[in-house]
T-cell receptor, first 113, second 110 residues
Framework: KQEVTQIPAALSVPEGENLVLNCSFTDSAIYNLQWFRQDPGKGLTSLLLIQSSQREQTSGRLNASLDKSSGRSTLYIAASQPGDSATYLC????????????FGAGTRLAVHP | SQTIHQWPATLVQPVGSPLSLECTVEGTSNPNLYWYRQAAGRGLQLLFYSVGIGQISSEVPQNLSASRPQDRQFILSSKKLLLSDSGFYLCALGGNTEAFFGQGTRLTVV
């Protein structure tokens, strides 16, 4: 059974820091991995999608990497800003089946001025 | 571009009352549609998914049901709500590529 774990559960950093959020999954048979952002009381916003054949994806200050064989992904946020404060969720899509996403519990990030 | 509409945004319902949450999508046809629930302090749990009109699969046994009367409409229902049905309900669309989520409905059963 696929399980997704995100570490740390919460993170508080000063503005301007570069930071790394970690995601691990137990079964390497995945189709892709997706990182989301969730603001309090809101839905999920897709940040980056990495296909199983890819090693990384970049969007602006965000960079996500994927090491499928070791079951790990990282989300790197450069030069963090207070507006980056949110919960970041990692989800994997197992190979085969009906393409459901299996989520981690998220990392709650606070960036203070 | 694909758009997901969910309503209502918030809902307070008494125990034992019925429920109907609606999700409609635009900008795509024949999408895979999903209902997830996010309980306080926990991750998202898949409740139902649908690959087409009238086709519903349930992930976990529960007090809820889902229907897909039209290609771009997905409805989550209950005949009698329980306190444990409280949570944040999210509709999503996607196949084997990027998944997109609606803004969610906060349900509080009192």
């Amino acid at each position: 059974k696929q399980e997704v774990t995100q570490i740390p559960a919460a993170l508080s950093v000063p503005e301007g820091e570069n930071l790394v959020l970690n995601c691990s999954f137990t079964d390497s048979a995945i189709y892709n991995l997706q990182w989301f952002r969730q603001d309090p009381g809101k839905g999920l916003t897709s940040l980056l999608l990495i296909q199983s054949s890819q090693r990384e994806q970049t969007s602006g200050r965000l960079n996500a990497s994927l090491d499928k064989s070791s079951g790990r992904s990282t989300l790197y946020i450069a030069a963090s800003q207070p507006g980056d404060s949110a919960t970041y969720l990692c989800a994997v899509r197992p190979s085969g089946g009906y393409n459901k996403l299996i989520f981690g519990a998220g990392t709650r990030l606070a960036v203070h001025p | 571009s694909q758009t997901i509409h969910q309503w209502p945004a918030t809902l307070v319902q008494p125990v034992g009352s019925p429920l109907s949450l609606e999700c409609t999508v635009e900008g795509t046809s024949n999408p895979n549609l999903y209902w997830y629930r996010q309980a306080a302090g926990r991750g998202l749990q898949l409740l139902f998914y649908s690959v087409g009109i009238g086709q519903i699969s349930s992930e976990v046994p529960q007090n809820l049901s889902a229907s897909r009367p039209q290609d771009r409409q997905f409805i989550l229902s209950s005949k009698k709500l329980l306190l444990s049905d409280s949570g944040f309900y999210l509709c999503a669309l996607g196949g084997n590529t990027e998944a997109f989520f609606g803004q969610g409905t906060r349900l509080t059963v009192v």
